[in-house]
């Protein structure tokens, strides 16, 4: 009986409300109220218990916040240490309000699943009316909607207090809501609630800028010296020119409040330039490192504020702290991709010693840049870099020109006979490029040169000592080959030392560093790529690899005569998207068959890979691989 009373009464207090009468409510609860009948439609009368979206959804917004999950979880397993005592239920939803993580007691299962209080809740304002989480999404303030502070009196009993959490560009990302199913009547029980959370979500948006922009300044600012270099109130990260590329959201209204702008707008502040805020200069920033006192990094603001200042430099990236353990030309292989990195690791090991090399991958990826550079890092640096394309040199002169003649071999050939390719790689490298196309009859006269370290030249009768280092390079599945009877099984082991496998260009996340590679070779005024362009040479396929992207440079230049490549100087196929059809490589293959292994839920799938969810998107677009389900329910 009194629980219906306190219902009726609070239904009652809505409705007066919403009719203009007197209250004692905070105002961000009574125009919220209004918002619920207003713009919403909801009805006080009307109770619903909370929503829980079904799990294929869930699956989906949990997708969407993977990374920021990841990145928060240190911290929403502190605070959920420090109130879990004081039954308390920690839920982070998505900017939508859907419950994405969740930390409550597990022997109240039940009950907290029933309240909403759960994984998967949607906690909206126009699914669930006033409420913590919902209520701070449409504000994008910190605050506490207790008790009957509700609009729909079935949460009457809660007690919610909520804070957002925003991306580095200033959106909405996520919030942060401490629940409880009972709590004291007063509202400021819950003043020490509001503090803990949101100093959570400043920490959070503190760790996401900084892993976000570990190759950019980061600024951090305290009014307190004492705080700066532990917890300060404010971050931002700034480009090499000066420019701001991201901040927290209190630096968000820091720099709103010296502009003269609202706060909501961030799209008004990314991009000017550090300059516009504080008295300093990009070049000055290392003045405000770790090498002064505290109490003397000091930054003014053009108005004259005073904060205490402490600027990060750049951290190089993983693949540039890999590139200092990577040997002589193989570092100008590659720009920032893994793989490429990976690879020259393992080849600047194996340049080391005279182990034979097959270097596989796709016509044009290449594979005789990937030979010239293993030589230059190798103890055979001095002596010559011959490189034979086997599907280029005539059948009919192949044995003469890897082997050479002696005096006389042929009617009119020259007197003092010639030296074969093979032996003017002595005390070099040899280079056999496509391998996989040597006739059979030379794999048997190279088979006994790599054996006994010795050449009879066409025609000779004395054998030639020679030392050289093998690599050689295919296009082409070898142990096919071996298998089909088109290729010796011996000579395969020979040549197959180890495999250093040459990514397909599709697969590579430097196209754009190749870009510039190519051009400061092609032309000596200074050219750029427009972001438009760069776009459509990241997105296309590459069939033809670094060889057409080579070409494609060349067309552009052709046309290009104001110093910028725009899209209309690329050849039509670039514009469109549109390839030469290409096979399916491994790496597609395995890609393929991991989205379907896991549904195509692509945190698993990159969990499984070994890579990050974003490198999962980016293989997806190069590869035009699109998802071809859609979650129960969308049918």
Wanted: proline letters at 4%.
């Amino acid at each position: 009986m009194a629980v219906t009373m306190r219902v009726s009464e609070h239904i009652k207090e809505v409705q007066s409300v919403i009719e203009g009468s007197q209250t004692s409510r905070d105002d961000v609860i009574a125009t919220s109220w209004t918002r619920c009948i207003d713009d919403y439609h909801l009805d006080p009368v009307v109770m619903q218990e909370a929503y829980i979206v079904p799990h294929t959804q869930l699956k989906e917004h949990r997708e969407r916040l993977d990374k920021l999950i990841r990145t928060a979880k240190y911290g929403l397993d502190a605070l959920y240490h420090q109130v879990a005592d004081h039954g308390y239920v920690l839920m982070l939803t998505d900017a939508e309000g859907v419950t994405v993580d969740y930390q409550g007691d597990a022997s109240l299962t039940w009950e907290l699943k029933k309240a909403g209080l759960y994984l998967g809740a949607e906690w909206s304002e126009a699914r669930a009316g006033t409420c913590g989480v919902g209520s701070c999404i449409y504000t994008g303030e910190a605050l506490t909607v207790h008790q009957s502070d509700h609009f729909d009196a079935t949460h009457s009993s809660l007690s919610c207090t909520a804070a957002p959490i925003y991306d580095v560009d200033g959106s909405l990302a996520a919030v942060l809501d401490i629940s409880a199913l009972q709590s004291p009547e007063p509202k400021a029980s819950q003043a020490l609630t509001l503090q803990l959370v949101t100093s959570c979500t400043r920490r959070i948006e503190m760790a996401s800028l900084m892993n976000t922009f570990r190759r950019d300044w980061i600024i951090r600012l305290s009014q307190s010296p004492a705080f700066l270099d532990v917890d300060p109130e404010c971050a931002m990260a700034v480009d090499a020119e000066g420019r701001i590329i991201g901040m927290t959201h209190s630096t968000q209204r820091l720099l709103s409040r010296i502009k003269g702008n609202n706060w909501r707008q961030p799209h008004a502040l990314l991009g000017c330039l550090l300059s516009d805020f504080f008295n300093l200069d990009i070049n000055e920033l290392p003045a405000l490192s770790r090498a002064l006192p505290t109490e003397e990094r000091l930054l003014a603001t053009i108005h004259g504020d005073l904060w205490f200042a402490h600027a990060i430099a750049p951290q190089p990236s993983s693949i540039q702290r890999r590139k200092k353990v990577v040997s002589g030309s193989l570092v100008s292989l590659y720009g920032d991709d893994a793989k490429m990195a990976d690879l020259a690791i393992k080849a600047t090991t194996l340049s080391m010693s005279d182990l034979p090399l097959l270097l596989n991958g796709e016509t044009g990826t290449g594979k005789e840049f990937l030979a010239k550079a293993i030589h230059e890092s190798s103890s055979r640096k001095s002596g010559p870099f011959i490189a034979i394309n086997c599907a280029a040199i005539p059948e009919s002169l192949i044995e003469s020109e890897l082997f050479g003649y002696a005096d006389g071999a042929f009617t009119g050939a020259r007197s003092k006979g010639k030296r074969g390719l093979i032996e003017q790689a002595n005390n070099g490298t040899l280079f056999l490029d496509e391998i996989g196309d040597m006739p059979l009859s030379l794999q048997a006269r190279l088979l006994r040169v790599l054996a006994e370290r010795e050449l009879l030249p066409v025609g000779a009768t004395k054998a030639i000592p020679v030392s050289f280092r093998v690599l050689a390079a295919t296009h082409k599945a070898l142990p096919d080959l071996v298998s089909n009877g088109s290729f010796r099984e011996d000579l395969f082991y020979r040549i197959n030392g180890a495999t250093l496998t040459i990514p397909a260009l599709r697969e590579r996340s430097d196209i754009l560093w190749l870009v510039g590679q190519i051009l400061t070779g092609l032309t000596d005024k200074p050219v750029h790529v427009s972001t438009l362009a760069g776009d459509l040479l990241e997105k296309y396929p590459w069939p033809g690899n670094i060889r057409e992207l080579e070409n494609t440079l060349r067309f552009a230049l052709a046309f290009c005569v104001e110093g910028e490549i725009q899209p209309e100087h690329l050849p039509e196929e670039i514009k469109t998207g549109l390839g030469r059809p290409q096979c399916v490589s491994s790496v597609t293959q395995e890609l393929l068959a991991t989205l379907e292994a896991y549904n195509w839920n692509i945190s698993e799938t990159a969990r499984a890979l070994g890579v990050d969810r974003s490198t999962i998107h980016r293989r997806m677009k190069k590869e035009r691989i699109e998802r071809h389900y859609q979650p129960q329910g969308k049918r």
